[in-house]
């Protein structure tokens, strides 16, 4: 039923600032943007060894409830753990969960990022065999 990870929404009083702060952490450009009344309301990056999507949405557009603590939390791969934490940390992301080992090649982080959206983050191995394995194909 579910085939895999399409687009990942966070929300934004500001955009345009949350648009800033993504490209700096992501390094790349957003590929699409939606804009109402002379401001960006949507915007997409393309991110990562699948291109997946990560949107930012004006927060006024957001389902009711959506964004809140408690909601889902996705975990976006990284290579090094505790150096992208770090980086978070540093672009001004405010510690939720350091860095936390749960079980060989599993090891997961979080942040609150400026716009109050948790960003998750996990080195996983499943994800790397999975990778390799393709890579082979």
Known sequence: MLRGLTTHNFFA?????????????????????????????????R????????????RRFAPPGAGATGGTLTYW????????YQRLLDLGGTAQQGPTE???????????DPFGNILGIMFNQHYLNVLAGQAGE
Request: aromatic fraction near 12%.
């Open 77 to 84: 791969a990284v290579d090094d753990i505790e150096s992208a």
């Open 13 to 45: 009083e500001d955009v345009t600032a949350a648009v800033a702060w993504y490209t700096e952490l992501l390094g790349v450009q957003p590929y699409f943007e939606r804009r109402l009344d002379g401001k960006p309301a949507y915007i997409e990056f």
């Open 102 to 112: 749960h079980g060989p090649g599993f090891v997961t982080a979080s942040v609150i």
């Open 47 to 58: 991110i990562g060894d699948y291109q997946h999507e990560l949107g930012i949405l004006d």
